[in-house]
């Protein structure tokens, strides 16, 4: 690599502007400009050096500021897009997507479809976009922290003249810097927190300079949430399931493979309750009707023992019980358990007599056990009733036929045959919820309703999350690092002795404002006149 | 309880009112312009009303609280004038940085005109739904609030900049857009006089309609129906008729409240036109003719550089712990979420900017500007328009 030696004898790399020691500058351009660009101390960035081969050119694109901002507004675009109409995962399930959109909302819906933005937050070129942005995060960074570093590590206390006539807050006095003046001068920096360095009676001041890291950790931070994010296509790393749960049953716990095991006792759903909770409550309870106030699984978690023996039952072993609820999910190695959906009123057995249609005398019960029915009941006396066909979930099929939606017993119906002493071969009847079919000729008996027992049903989501923790870290750093860098000022003041002069010049990488202010205290009443804004005085003139 | 704290909050929006004149005295008077960085004696009384002002609004919230046994934060009147308050706070913390009355001139306003316009939702103490039952509700929806005023406060800097900085002597795109974000805050004003006005006198006009579901379905109206719902029939007498009917996508209640307020804004508007006989900016052009332009710019600057790491904070960081514990994810592309998103991303593009492309003074006003118009959009339009898992039960 090539390097520039500078004057003062220091070494820089190629393409340096202010000499990392000295300050003194290096560049043709910059020495025509009345103050030096302070950004990155001027040093030598790989972007602004090279630009030949293509791996140059990409280097320049994703570290330019310019280039990143512009991605931000892209993604900040395309992301307020994606809020125009809901998302395909919050539609109700009722229909096809295509056909949702489009009979909520029109032809616009449909080109909403169309162009994929019903799915905008998973699409390809909206990941592509958080990509480049994070490749411009990284890039941006080490373009500049590396040479940034080894300028504020190699800076000397002298700076050139050339140096310090150009920083913004400038100004020489005619003044002899007596040894009274330097020490007050000093105590004051002192006071506000300056380190001071010294060098053949010129002196740097120096504070806060770890603020000038805060953006590169806050980036680190945010790389370090994406890969997070990105770590969730890894398998095993996350999963999703949900459990629905009966009242009295126990399944195992999806993901666990076998290892969890969760019973629901009870679910809970509760409303507020104008004349129960408190008063103060009642104008909203009355004018918004039904306010939930609980959604509730009194479960119990068991741990299987053993291996598992295909076909046998599991051993489980209790290990707690515990109410699940919003905002307080069932914990368990990793796991976690949420209440998230729940169903009222299950129908889960139904009763029926049977019944002689002429004379009305009946026969026994049948309780069918809806979620698994026995296929046979034995009433006794020449009285039986078997099940011949159960559909839970009853409906007419394309061809007409009885067939079942689901194995959830929405609308159970059955096709029963019904022995008796005068009927020893059986009759077969159709019984549904409000229908009673005699589908093969006209029968004498009949199965009465008698009545349903229901259960209510839990939906919990099953999660493990292992990269939260990383995401979680990620969040962390951020937060240390915008902190960092917005809380905290970088600042330096230079004193320097030059032919029977007194040169003061000062840096603060923002809050100039801040600055001024803490000038003037630090140079009052020492006779040497405090650094100037040149800038402000360019404007009034 | 619960009236009892009703009335420390319309103290605190009286008092406000108050500190708004003392802070206009505070510029008027000529006796103290040469004597910089001293607050004169009106700065300092209306620095006094303005705390007494906070310190009422906080007696409100913490009634409030008691009385309902969680923090008041919990629905749209609640939340906004929460944001108001804090406004207030962070304009007193500022205040206490730069000493400068006109940013009181210019932020108490605008939090009275946030704390009006909150007051026009419903009031009642509501019961919290099982999903906001947590502890983390105080911590995401304060903080977010708190980063979100702090925010604000480059907006009120930016209005005064954009105000002394822009040439009013021509018709420019910067005069224009200066009066579109001027008409904006008067048609809020225009909201509140109407919504006020029709509460007072009790109007109430119920619709029978068709719903998009094409359900038929029931409205009441408080302010006449200049629009009315899919298929509406009046089922009041001596109500106002509809002009219009809405398609059944469209909410025509809503759009009916936001047509009153653009009339009423158009109609205020013109009036001040009017007896201004010139632009409004123009009008307010001299009241800040005494400011340091360096100083309004870093007031913003610095506003946004506190405010951004309290956003992220309370906007994004909490609100992913709470999701994770409430929705079983940390990000699930919600309106608002997306939205909080789309704030961050705005500020970032602010900083980035102006650290690195020096936007300073008037670009940068302009950006702390629309910033402003984005977080409003946040709270007003994604609660009300785009309904999503954080609509508050608004009306």
């Given at each position: 690599?090539?390097?520039?030696?500078c004057?003062?004898?220091?070494?820089?790399?190629?393409?340096?502007?202010?000499?990392?020691?000295?300050?003194?500058?290096?560049?043709?351009?910059?020495?025509?400009?009345?103050?030096?660009?302070?950004?990155?101390?001027?040093?030598?960035?790989?972007?602004?050096?090279?630009?030949?081969?293509?791996?140059?050119?990409i280097?320049?694109?994703?570290?330019?500021?310019?280039?990143?901002?512009?991605?931000?507004?892209?993604l900040?675009?395309?992301?307020?897009?994606?809020?125009?109409?809901?998302?395909?995962?919050?539609?109700p399930?009722?229909?096809?997507?295509?056909?949702?959109?489009?009979?909520?909302?029109?032809?616009?819906?449909?080109?909403?479809?169309?162009?994929g933005?019903?799915?905008?937050?998973?699409?390809?070129?909206?990941?592509?976009?958080?990509?480049?942005?994070?490749?411009?995060?990284?890039?941006?960074?080490?373009d500049?922290?590396?040479?940034?570093?080894?300028?504020?590590?190699?800076q000397?206390?002298?700076?050139?003249?050339?140096?310090?006539?150009?920083?913004?807050?400038?100004?020489?006095?005619?003044?002899?810097?007596?040894?009274?003046?330097?020490?007050?001068?000093?105590?004051?920096?002192?006071?506000?927190?300056?380190?001071?360095?010294?060098?053949?009676?010129?002196?740097?001041?120096?504070?806060?300079?770890?603020?000038?890291?805060?953006?590169?950790?806050?980036?680190?931070?945010?790389?370090?949430?994406?890969?997070?994010?990105?770590?969730?296509?890894?398998?095993?790393?996350?999963?999703?399931?949900?459990?629905?749960?009966?009242?009295?049953?126990?399944?195992?716990?999806?993901?666990?493979?076998?290892?969890?095991?969760?019973?629901?006792?009870?679910?809970?759903?509760?409303?507020?309750?104008?004349?129960?909770?408190?008063?103060?409550?009642?104008?909203?309870?009355?004018?918004?009707?039904?306010?939930v106030?609980?959604y509730?699984?009194?479960?119990?978690?068991?741990?299987?023992?053993?291996e598992?023996?295909?076909?046998?039952?599991?051993?489980?072993?209790?290990?707690?019980?515990?109410?699940?609820?919003?905002?307080?999910?069932?914990?368990?190695?990793?796991?976690?358990?949420y209440?998230?959906?729940?169903?009222?009123?299950?129908?889960?057995?139904?009763?029926?007599k049977?019944?002689?249609?002429?004379?009305?005398?009946?026969?026994?019960?049948?309780?069918?056990?809806?979620?698994?029915?026995?296929?046979?009941?034995?009433?006794?006396?020449?009285?039986?009733?078997?099940?011949?066909?159960?559909?839970?979930?009853?409906?007419?099929?394309?061809?007409?036929?009885?067939?079942?939606?689901?194995?959830?017993?929405?609308?159970?119906?059955?096709?029963?045959?019904?022995?008796?002493?005068?009927?020893?071969?059986?009759?077969?009847?159709?019984v549904?919820?409000?229908?009673?079919?005699?589908?093969?000729?006209?029968?004498?008996?009949?199965?009465?309703?008698?009545?349903?027992?229901?259960?209510?049903?839990?939906?919990?989501?099953?999660?493990?999350?292992?990269?939260?923790?990383?995401?979680?870290?990620?969040?962390?750093?951020?937060?240390?690092?915008?902190?960092?860098?917005?809380?905290?000022?970088?600042?330096?003041?230079?004193?320097?002795?030059?032919?029977?002069?007194?040169?003061?010049?000062?840096?603060?990488?923002?809050?100039?404002?801040?600055?001024?202010?803490?000038?003037?205290?630090?140079?009052?009443?020492?006779?040497?006149?405090?650094?100037?804004?040149?800038?402000?005085?360019?404007?009034?003139? | 309880?619960?009236?009892?704290?009703?009335?420390?909050?319309?103290?605190?929006?009286?008092?406000?009112?108050?500190?708004?004149?003392?802070?206009?005295?505070?510029?008027?008077?000529?006796?103290?312009?040469?004597?910089?960085?001293?607050?004169?004696?009106?700065?300092?009384?209306?620095?006094?009303?303005?705390?007494?002002?906070?310190?009422?609004q906080?007696?409100?919230?913490?009634?409030?609280?008691?009385?309902?046994?969680?923090?008041?934060?919990?629905?749209?009147?609640?939340?906004?004038?929460?944001?108001?308050?804090?406004?207030?706070?962070?304009?007193?913390?500022?205040?206490?940085?730069?000493?400068?009355?006109?940013l009181?001139?210019?932020?108490?306003?605008?939090?009275?005109?946030?704390?009006?316009?909150?007051?026009?939702?419903?009031?009642?103490?509501?019961?919290?739904?099982?999903?906001?039952?947590?502890?983390?509700?105080?911590?995401?929806?304060?903080?977010?609030?708190?980063?979100q005023?702090?925010?604000?406060?480059?907006?009120?800097?930016?209005l005064?900049?954009?105000?002394?900085?822009?040439?009013?002597?021509?018709?420019?795109?910067?005069?224009?857009?200066?009066?579109?974000?001027?008409?904006?805050?008067?048609?809020?004003?225009?909201?509140?006089?109407?919504?006020?006005?029709?509460?007072?006198?009790?109007?109430?006009?119920?619709?029978?309609?068709?719903?998009?579901?094409?359900?038929?379905?029931?409205?009441?109206?408080?302010?006449?129906?200049?629009?009315?719902?899919?298929?509406?029939?009046?089922?009041?007498?001596?109500?106002?008729?509809?002009?219009?009917?809405?398609?059944?996508?469209?909410?025509?209640?809503?759009?009916?409240?936001?047509?009153?307020?653009?009339?009423?804004?158009?109609?205020?508007?013109?009036?001040?036109?009017?007896?201004?006989?010139?632009?409004?900016?123009?009008?307010?052009?001299?009241?800040?003719?005494?400011?340091?332009?360096?100083?309004?710019?870093?007031?913003?600057?610095?506003?946004?550089?506190?405010?951004?790491?309290?956003?992220?904070?309370?906007?994004?960081?909490?609100?992913?712990?709470?999701?994770?514990?409430?929705?079983?994810?940390?990000?699930?592309?919600?309106?608002?979420?997306?939205w909080?998103?789309?704030?961050?991303?705005?500020?970032?593009?602010?900083?980035?900017?102006?650290?690195?492309?020096?936007?300073?003074?008037?670009?940068?006003?302009?950006?702390?500007?629309?910033?402003?118009?984005?977080?409003?959009?946040?709270?007003?339009?994604?609660?009300?328009?785009?309904?999503?898992l954080?609509?508050?039960?608004?009306?």
């Amino acid at each position: 690599m090539n390097e520039v030696k500078c004057e003062c004898g220091h070494i820089n790399p190629q393409g340096t502007i202010l000499c990392e020691s000295c300050g003194r500058v290096l560049e043709d351009k910059e020495k025509e400009k009345q103050l030096v660009d302070m950004r990155y101390e001027g040093s030598a960035r790989r972007s602004q050096t090279y630009n030949k081969t293509i791996i140059d050119k990409i280097w320049n694109f994703f570290s330019s500021v310019k280039v990143g901002v512009w991605l931000i507004i892209i993604l900040l675009v395309a992301s307020s897009l994606g809020t125009i109409f809901p998302q395909e995962m919050y539609i109700p399930p009722v229909m096809p997507a295509w056909e949702y959109y489009e009979e909520q909302y029109g032809w616009l819906g449909k080109l909403y479809y169309d162009l994929g933005f019903h799915n905008l937050y998973s699409s390809w070129w909206y990941l592509l976009l958080i990509a480049a942005l994070g490749i411009s995060l990284v890039i941006a960074s080490l373009d500049r922290v590396v040479p940034l570093y080894r300028s504020l590590k190699n800076q000397r206390v002298s700076r050139h003249e050339s140096f310090l006539k150009r920083q913004r807050m400038f100004s020489t006095s005619d003044a002899v810097l007596t040894d009274e003046a330097v020490g007050k001068i000093k105590e004051n920096l002192t006071k506000k927190r300056y380190k001071l360095r010294e060098e053949n009676g010129d002196i740097l001041a120096e504070k806060n300079r770890f603020s000038r890291w805060g953006p590169y950790v806050n980036h680190l931070g945010l790389i370090i949430f994406l890969i997070g994010g990105m770590l969730r296509f890894v398998p095993g790393m996350y999963v999703d399931e949900i459990l629905w749960l009966r009242e009295g049953e126990t399944k195992a716990i999806p993901g666990t493979e076998g290892r969890y095991y969760l019973e629901n006792n009870q679910f809970i759903f509760e409303v507020y309750d104008k004349d129960k909770d408190e008063e103060v409550f009642q104008d909203a309870i009355n004018k918004a009707g039904t306010v939930v106030k609980n959604y509730q699984t009194d479960a119990t978690l068991y741990q299987r023992q053993g291996e598992i023996v295909p076909g046998e039952k599991p051993e489980l072993e209790k290990i707690r019980d515990q109410a699940i609820q919003v905002n307080k999910p069932l914990k368990i190695d990793g796991f976690a358990l949420y209440q998230v959906d729940y169903k009222l009123d299950e129908m889960s057995k139904m009763a029926f007599k049977l019944e002689n249609k002429e004379t009305g005398d009946q026969f026994g019960d049948v309780t069918v056990d809806l979620y698994d029915p026995e296929m046979k009941y034995d009433l006794g006396k020449g009285y039986k009733v078997e099940v011949m066909s159960y559909f839970p979930d009853f409906e007419f099929n394309e061809d007409g036929e009885p067939a079942t939606k689901s194995r959830i017993p929405n609308n159970p119906a059955f096709i029963f045959k019904m022995f008796t002493p005068e009927n020893t071969e059986g009759e077969v009847s159709f019984v549904a919820i409000r229908q009673n079919l005699e589908p093969l000729g006209e029968n004498d008996y009949k199965m009465t309703f008698a009545g349903i027992e229901t259960k209510n049903v839990t939906a919990l989501t099953v999660r493990k999350d292992h990269t939260l923790w990383i995401i979680g870290l990620g969040g962390l750093i951020f937060m240390i690092g915008v902190i960092q860098g917005a809380y905290w000022n970088h600042r330096r003041v230079w004193l320097r002795r030059i032919n029977n002069q007194v040169w003061t010049a000062a840096h603060t990488n923002k809050n100039w404002h801040g600055l001024k202010r803490e000038l003037e205290d630090v140079f009052s009443d020492s006779g040497i006149a405090a650094p100037e804004d040149q800038v402000a005085e360019e404007k009034k003139e | 309880m619960v009236e009892l704290s009703s009335n420390f909050l319309f103290a605190a929006f009286i008092l406000y009112l108050v500190g708004i004149l003392f802070f206009g005295g505070a510029i008027k008077d000529k006796r103290h312009a040469d004597k910089k960085n001293t607050p004169n004696k009106w700065a300092k009384i209306g620095l006094v009303v303005t705390i007494v002002g906070f310190l009422s609004q906080l007696t409100f919230f913490i009634l409030r609280w008691i009385a309902s046994g969680h923090a008041p934060v919990s629905n749209l009147f609640e939340f906004t004038t929460f944001f108001g308050m804090s406004l207030v706070g962070a304009f007193i913390v500022i205040y206490f940085m730069y000493k400068t009355p006109l940013l009181g001139l210019f932020t108490l306003p605008v939090a009275a005109l946030i704390i009006a316009y909150g007051s026009m939702f419903p009031r009642e103490v509501t019961p919290l739904i099982p999903a906001l039952q947590s502890y983390w509700l105080h911590i995401h929806v304060t903080t977010t609030a708190i980063g979100q005023a702090i925010l604000a406060i480059s907006f009120a800097a930016g209005l005064i900049y954009l105000v002394r900085s822009v040439d009013q002597t021509k018709k420019t795109k910067s005069t224009l857009w200066l009066e579109v974000v001027l008409f904006g805050l008067i048609s809020t004003l225009g909201f509140v006089f109407v919504s006020s006005f029709f509460a007072a006198t009790d109007y109430s006009a119920n619709f029978n309609y068709i719903n998009k579901d094409g359900q038929p379905a029931t409205e009441e109206y408080t302010i006449p129906a200049l629009v009315g719902p899919h298929q509406f029939e009046l089922t009041d007498k001596d109500r106002f008729e509809p002009l219009f009917e809405t398609p059944a996508i469209i909410s025509a209640k809503k759009l009916n409240t936001v047509i009153w307020s653009l009339a009423a804004g158009i109609v205020l508007y013109v009036l001040l036109r009017a007896i201004l006989r010139k632009r409004v900016a123009a009008a307010l052009q001299p009241w800040t003719k005494n400011i340091n332009m360096d100083l309004v710019d870093e007031i913003g600057y610095r506003s946004v550089l506190i405010g951004f790491p309290v956003f992220t904070l309370g906007g994004l960081i909490f609100a992913m712990i709470w999701a994770q514990i409430a929705w079983t994810r940390f990000w699930g592309w919600d309106p608002k979420e997306v939205w909080a998103l789309i704030t961050w991303l705005f500020y970032a593009a602010f900083l980035h900017l102006r650290l690195s492309k020096g936007w300073h003074g008037e670009k940068s006003a302009w950006l702390a500007v629309i910033g402003f118009i984005i977080i409003m959009f946040n709270l007003v339009a994604v609660n009300l328009v785009i309904a999503g898992l954080h609509s508050y039960a608004g009306s």
